[in-house]
């Protein structure tokens, strides 16, 4: 299923090979994976809860060892992704920010650890936090923002490095459906614009459909990829995309592939 | 109270307002007096003082009627009146016996936070060393002080320092229970963040673990600041000393032998401010460190 219109030579950004997850007492979180993810592709990890897609996603960012199998970023082990000169951030669930301190500090947070000179990192806060529409914000604290707002403030801090891969695990699962779309939205101009690579987790069809070029569907108990598929609609992508047939079509067709992957757990079962 | 807003109606609201919230209770008594919406006498601010100072008058004129009605002798109960008129006469010793248990009370509070932060530090170093020593930190809270300070007194010379030492044992346990579970208590995720970022262990202590920390340990200190003046009190009474390091606890116990109960009356009344003075400090040194980001100092009531 890997995209045949990139060349062969190009340094894939993230390689999975056979990485699984079984955790001590047995239980298999992650069956193994075989994942090429090209520099560039917005890719999308969804299926139901327990099916492993914030593990595959944690793995990545190097969070969680495989208990067995191997992941390359731009073919380096994940620890040693600082020598390849590539960066990555990673966005949280939750906005997870300092409740101490002001939009600006936590934003500044992954430079002040990087050692990165005062003067430098405050401006390249101020130039994130512009980009995600907070720089009138920069002096609050985060419980003064909405959910949303505070989202934004996360995506900020993980642009702020200027990553090369942008982990998402499940971002705006805790926002109200039009603020999700509109952040949606807000996103997949970041990444044009920043040629970024991003992995992004979710439980929600529609959002994997508007947002990736490319849909791996997972399903649980064992956690798995099931199947892989490319959603061609061209970038950029309006509003109205999702009112229109091809949309449905791709809905349709990533929902029929869920109670498909579902079906034969509930078979297994019985 | 209900006739305050609800702090900020909605985040589109809360968004408008580009100043920090943290004074948002403030902003909203600022405005009310400005325009002198409501009445001074209605304000929370006012209320939470006036209100128990009203209950405090009350409670001194129904006492001060009891002993002149009844009759009761001043070596029973004596009237406020004659209380406060001790504390004046009396002021020259009492004043001097306040001073050395306040300066204890304040010496074995600062041991006492300065060796919990550090055991507390010791602690979260390792899960194998804080399961080797807690028990032992219970140990010291468990033992009663009454029982254990013969035993300091005897054993220090220093009559002052072995009086701050008791205190200060009697102290130590919030503390250290409280920074402990603070120091552990950093959010999961955020930890990963740190961790995905490479952070070394000084950065997550000071940037991390000291900020997470800081409402448990102030909650610890507000406990302790108290139990530092009960163990004064306590040492003093076993130490019993005379003299020129008398406490407020010897003068209690001398006036209690000469049943000049007036001047025990001033005395305890001393001991009660003292705990008040210490308690409202605590509180305005929270509000300071931890105004505005936690939950427990920003809520809008």
Redesign the interface.
């Known amino acids: 299923m890997s995209g045949s219109e990139i060349p062969a030579a190009a340094i894939p950004a993230v390689e999975v090979l056979s990485a699984e997850k079984t955790y001590p007492g047995g239980t298999q979180a992650l069956l193994p994976v075989d994942l090429r993810i090209e520099e560039g592709e917005f890719v999308t990890l969804l299926g139901p809860s327990g099916c492993g897609k914030s593990t595959l996603l944690k793995m990545v960012a190097g969070l969680l060892e495989p208990s067995d199998g191997r992941l390359l970023l731009w073919r380096k082990p994940v620890p040693q992704l600082q020598a390849s000169g590539k960066k990555m951030a990673f966005v949280f669930q939750q906005p997870t920010l300092m409740p101490w301190s002001s939009v600006h500090t936590n934003v500044r947070l992954p430079l002040d650890l990087a050692g990165v000179p005062r003067a430098e990192a405050d401006a390249r806060v101020t130039e994130a936090l512009q980009l995600v529409g907070l720089a009138r914000f920069a002096k609050a604290l985060p419980r003064e923002l909405s959910g949303g707002m505070q989202m934004r403030v996360s995506i900020a801090r993980g642009l702020v490095t200027e990553p090369d891969l942008l982990l998402m695990d499940e971002p705006f699962g805790a926002l109200d459906e039009i603020t999700r779309h509109k952040l949606d939205a807000e996103l997949l101009e970041l990444w044009s614009k920043k040629k970024l690579t991003v992995i992004f987790v979710t439980h929600s069809i529609h959002e994997a459909v508007f947002l990736s070029s490319r849909v791996v569907m997972m399903a649980a108990r064992p956690g798995r990829v099931v199947e892989e598929f490319r959603i061609d609609a061209p970038y950029p992508r309006p509003a109205d995309f999702m009112l229109g047939p091809e949309f449905a079509r791709h809905a349709q067709q990533l929902q029929s592939s869920l109670l498909r992957a579902s079906a034969i757990v509930e078979e297994s079962l019985s | 109270m209900s006739a305050l807003p609800a702090s900020i109606p909605d ?2 609201a ?2 408008a307002d ?1 100043r ?3 004074t948002g209770a403030r902003a909203v008594a600022v405005v009310k007096s400005g325009k002198a919406a409501t009445p001074w006498l209605l304000q929370p601010k006012v209320q939470r003082v006036l209100l128990p100072a009203l209950v405090g008058l009350v409670l001194l004129l129904v006492w001060q009627a009891l002993v002149t009605l009844l009759e009761l002798p001043p070596y029973l109960v004596p009237s406020p009146l004659l209380m406060l008129q001790t504390l004046m006469t009396d002021w020259a010793a009492l004043g001097l016996s306040l001073w050395v248990t306040v300066k204890i009370t304040l010496l074995a509070f600062a041991l006492a936070t300065v060796a919990g932060v550090l055991i507390s530090f010791v602690f979260v170093q390792s899960k194998l060393i804080e399961t080797a020593l807690f028990p032992y930190a219970v140990l010291l809270q468990v033992t009663p002080i009454v029982a254990v300070a013969p035993l300091i007194i005897i054993w220090v010379k220093d009559p002052v320092l072995s009086m701050v030492i008791c205190a200060a044992l009697v102290a130590l346990f919030p503390i250290i229970s409280n920074t402990t579970l603070g120091l552990r208590s950093v ?1 999961p ?2 930890l ?8 070394t262990r000084l ?1 997550v202590l000071m ?2 673990r000291i ?1 997470s920390a ?1 409402p448990y340990f102030f909650g610890g200190l507000r406990i302790s600041s108290g139990l530092a003046l009960i163990g004064a009190v306590v040492a003093e009474f076993v130490a019993g000393t005379g003299g020129q390091g008398a406490g407020l606890a010897y003068q209690i116990l001398q006036a209690g032998f000469q049943l000049n109960i007036p001047r025990m009356f001033a005395a305890l009344l001393l001991i009660s401010l003292t705990g008040v003075a210490l308690f409202v400090l605590m509180a305005w040194c929270t509000r300071r460190a ?1 105004g ?4 427990s100092e ?1 809520g809008s009531d």
């Open positions: 985040d589109a809360r968004a580009s920090p919230a943290a959010e995720d955020l990963a963040y740190f961790k995905l970022n490479r952070a950065q940037r991390l900020p800081l931890l505005g980001w936690h939950a920003s």
